[in-house]
């Protein structure tokens, strides 16, 4: 009888991804003084399709077809713009910890969206655990800050969420047709066509800024984006869904911990405890989606982006 081979958790990658992806909140943090929120949303997208099109040079990203070209720029424009653009503005006003903690709220909406069009049934722990992430995000939005100042950017970070939910039910169909390379690509074309205007005041700013501010935004394309999806990848080859699951959770805590390092920020207890109670809801409420979750063979074959929507739509900047 021929012995299983023992699978090895894949912990550095998994630790990048986290650290990656936590380090986009405090990013966003940095360059905005020099950048408007929507000059960072369209320099971002830029270099992440400037990163990737070696890869549609090298035949990596396939063609888009014509029937799937609407699908795909309503996930562009809800998950590239709109998220990007709601998370930056709402940056403005909320830390890095904070926002990150409330986006990781993003599968309460998926599961809500799921329920409403695709037929999906949560059961009683999802709703539990849905009702119990919803109430721990209301906490960090009227705990995150004193001023109408602070209460809108939580606002605007938890549409955010809600907005990343939304792409993540817009990309699942496409996930079926196409790599996760190729939804980041083609989504991020559509993504930038609405921010395209803003252009020439864009450039003014690069020119204008702070070599500092200007090195975040290219980190965000960099690292935040195209490194990340790399490790993701690389993570979700290596294990099972549910282990890989475990970064999402841990990607708030790094933007936590980046957000004190580079700002000497803290969050305070309601917004720990509502955080707490954001992380607590969706493990309930995804458990038994993940126990269910595919082959890490199946799940690589579909791209990094095929996990489960509460599976991959995490904290990620």
Do not use: H
């Amino acid at each position: 009888m021929t012995a299983t081979p023992r699978t090895t958790t894949p912990w550095i990658p998994m630790a990048a991804t986290a650290v990656l992806w936590g380090s986009a909140f405090p990013a966003i943090r940095m360059a905005l003084p020099d950048y408007s929120p929507a000059a960072v949303a369209l320099l971002r997208i830029t270099i992440t399709v400037i990163l990737l099109l070696p890869f549609l040079a090298l035949g990596k990203i396939g063609r888009l077809r014509r029937g799937d070209a609407l699908r795909m720029a309503a996930f562009g424009i809800t998950g590239m713009t709109a998220y990007q653009v709601l998370l930056c503005f709402g940056e403005k006003s909320v830390e890095a910890g904070t926002a990150a903690m409330l986006i990781a709220a993003s599968p309460v909406f998926t599961t809500i969206l799921g329920m409403a069009f695709l037929g999906d049934r949560p059961g009683v722990r999802g709703i539990t655990g849905l009702g119990v992430a919803l109430s721990g995000a209301l906490l960090v939005a009227f705990t995150s800050g004193s001023g109408n100042g602070s209460l809108m950017g939580a606002l605007m970070v938890l549409a955010a969420a809600a907005t990343q939910a939304t792409s993540f039910a817009l990309q699942k169909p496409l996930l079926k047709k196409y790599s996760g390379a190729e939804c980041v690509f083609y989504g991020s074309l559509f993504g930038l066509l609405p921010l395209l205007p803003l252009a020439p005041g864009a450039v003014g700013q690069v020119a204008a800024a702070e070599g500092q501010r200007t090195a975040a935004v290219v980190w965000l394309g960099l690292g935040c984006t195209a490194m990340a999806f790399w490790t993701w990848s690389r993570t979700l080859r290596a294990t099972t869904a549910s282990t890989a699951a475990l970064v999402l959770y841990a990607v708030p805590v790094a933007a936590l911990g980046l957000d004190a390092v580079a700002f000497g920020n803290a969050p305070g207890m309601g917004a720990v405890a509502g955080g707490v109670l954001v992380l607590a809801g969706v493990a309930v409420a995804t458990l038994r989606r993940r126990a269910a979750a595919p082959s890490p063979s199946r799940v690589a074959a579909r791209g990094a982006g095929a996990l489960r929507e509460p599976s991959s739509a995490g904290a990620r900047g």
